[in-house]
């Protein structure tokens, strides 16, 4: 689930959460709403098809 949030400073930034409620990741600080919503779906585009590298 995503969630956006409106910056102390101005601006937007997002919060990748899992099902359990934990914070997986965030994202800049974009200058205003639609730019961070059009993040969220760069994210969802190309996340599904990201390479996984196991460097165990």
């Not at 099902?19 to 190309?46: D, F, M, P, W």
Request: hydrophobic share 40%.
């Amino acid at each position: 689930m995503f969630e956006i949030f409106r910056a102390n400073g101005g601006g937007y930034f997002w919060h990748l959460k899992a099902t359990n409620g934990e914070k997986l990741c965030h994202s800049e600080v974009y200058t205003t709403k639609q730019a961070a919503q059009a993040g969220i779906e760069a994210v969802k585009r190309i996340a599904s098809a990201a390479p996984v590298y196991d460097r165990t």
